[in-house]
């Protein structure tokens, strides 16, 4: 199995709503990513979890929260966004070792997120 | 810093005509350089990881070849369903370093 689920695939929501996004992987990977991508620009890095543990947060707003329930679990919880937040949330996972990645990284299909 | 730039932003053929894109790429110390599929609104699939110089990979139309400065990812007598955006990414070296580095792209229209 080589999937990573990301729950949900739409979600619209207002400036004042909390909503959470999903992740989900059993390959076994004990690394996982947040990427945010806008239309025709590549996914930038968001979060990283490593071990369960946050490894890197590139200075993202903390209007973004993420969570790691488990090493298969990713959250991201989202409050009072703006509308130039909207766009493609990706979850992605890869392997590790020794606190190093190991191989590529795999991602989910996206949460399309909207912020009216 | 990593940088990654990939040419053409933008690539036309038509159905069998064969052709490459390129990766060009400066790291401190490479970890990994990555080949992505990326259809519109769903998330990028992996299709290739090269680790060192004249590494070379494949899988059914498409190979993707490594030097010290770029990388290739040649079609080989494509097909309407390889259209897609094909994106490059590296991964510098050196201890917990989990990001990658991503290319702009390039959008290949494969016309019937």
């Known amino acids: 199995d080589t999937e990573v689920t990301q729950t949900p695939k739409h979600l619209v929501m207002g400036m004042t709503n909390k909503k959470s996004l999903k992740c989900e992987q059993h390959m076994g990977h004990r690394a996982m990513y947040w990427y945010k991508q806008k239309a025709k620009k590549p996914p930038e890095l968001m979060f990283v979890?490593?071990?369960?543990?946050?490894?890197i947060n590139e200075s993202v707003p903390s209007r973004f929260s993420p969570e790691c329930p488990n090493s298969s679990l990713l959250n991201l919880h989202l409050h009072a966004l703006q509308p130039e937040d909207s766009a493609l949330y990706l979850c992605a996972s890869s392997q590790a070792s020794g606190g190093a990645p190991v191989g590529g990284a795999f991602f989910g299909q996206g949460t399309r997120l909207t912020v009216v | 810093e990593d940088q990654v730039t990939q040419s053409p932003e933008a690539l036309r053929l038509q159905e069998g005509e064969s052709s490459s894109l390129n990766c060009s790429y400066t790291?401190?110390?490479?970890?990994?350089l990555f080949w992505y599929r990326q259809d519109p609104g769903k998330g990028p699939e992996f299709l290739f990881t090269?680790?060192?110089a004249g590494e070379e990979k494949e899988k059914e139309r498409l190979k993707a070849t490594l030097t010290k400065k770029e990388s290739f990812l040649h079609i080989t007598a494509p097909k309407p369903e390889d259209s897609a955006t094909y994106l490059c990414?590296?991964?510098?070296?050196?201890?917990?370093?989990?990001?990658?580095?991503f290319g702009k792209g390039t959008l290949l229209t494969v016309n019937p």
């Open positions: 979890y490593s071990y369960e543990k946050l490894s």
């Open positions: 090269l680790y060192s």
């Open positions: 990414a590296v991964q510098a070296g050196g201890g917990s370093n989990y990001k990658l580095t």
């Open positions: 790291v401190s110390g490479l970890r990994g």
